[in-house]
């Protein structure tokens, strides 16, 4: 998810807590920003959209995604409730942006850009 920008969704399966079965019903999300007050969504008063099979989905606003840590907690009457937790990058803000090296060539093969982006999550070392 990207930090502090709109178009970005989150979803979160559904169970009805007496069955057990897909949750058909209306589901509302709850935020919370890293670890601050717990808030009701703001678009369409966090009301979710139903995607069918017990799938809800929710659209947050710019201001909803800006912090490191948010967790997306959906609710509804008769459901179990889930909660997601999703990480954000503000490096992916700029879709056109160049990608660079650490000594900031830019790097213009496939094989170039997928050596750094898994040197920068540690999966290989520098």
Do not use: W
Not at 42 to 70: H, K, M, Q, W
Not at 89 to 102: K, Q
Not at 105 to 126: D, M, N
């Amino acid at each position: 998810m990207i930090r502090g920008s709109s178009g970005n969704v989150v979803g979160a399966g559904m169970v009805n807590a007496t069955t057990g079965a897909a949750f058909a019903g209306t589901v509302t999300t709850y935020i919370t920003i890293d670890g601050g007050a717990q808030t009701i969504g703001s678009v369409g008063t966090g009301i979710c959209t139903d995607e069918g099979n017990g799938y809800f989905t929710y659209r947050p606003t710019a201001a909803e995604c800006d912090g490191i840590l948010l967790a997306f907690t959906f609710v509804g009457t008769g459901a179990i409730p889930s909660t997601v937790q999703v990480f954000t990058d503000d490096e992916l803000s700029s879709p056109t942006g160049t990608i660079t090296d650490t000594t900031g060539g830019v790097l213009t093969t496939p094989s170039a850009i997928i050596l750094a982006a898994l040197k920068r999550i540690r999966v290989l070392q520098a």
